[in-house]
């Protein structure tokens, strides 16, 4: 399982995957990296069949955005058929893109 570095207020600890300069939240201004395991649920997907010329070879694939257990969200790939609450967890990051499988 990869493990997601997410960017944590320092003040309110809400957690961010990009950095923030200013917390949303509280607007606090100093933040910290904090590793989190990658589990979470499968908040949305849809299955593209049609792509750009550079993904074309790959279809189709499957979006998903997940929610993740410390109250964060992002949006990945996953290689199987999902479900809305499926669990997933993220195996890797690589070229600025999640990959995820079914728990």
């Known amino acids: 399982m990869a493990a997601i ?3 944590e207020c320092n003040q309110c ?3 961010f995957v990009q950095r923030k300069w ?3 939240n509280c607007k606090g201004i ?3 990296i904090r590793e989190v395991n990658g589990k979470g649920k499968v908040f949305s ?3 593209i069949h049609v792509s ?3 993904f074309s070879g790959l279809t189709p694939y499957t979006i998903v955005l997940v929610d993740f257990e410390e109250g964060f969200r992002v ?3 996953v290689g199987e058929k999902v ?3 499926d669990e997933v967890r993220c195996v890797s990051y690589e070229n600025q893109v999640y990959s995820f499988v079914k728990v």
Do not use: A, D, W
Request: negative net charge.
């Open 52 to 54: 750009s010329k550079e």
């Open 5 to 7: 570095q997410v960017y």
């Open 83 to 85: 479900e809305i609450n």
């Open 75 to 77: 949006t990945g790939r």
């Open 45 to 47: 997907h849809t299955t």
């Open 30 to 32: 100093e933040f910290h």
């Open 13 to 15: 600890e809400q957690k």
């Open 22 to 24: 200013i917390c949303p």
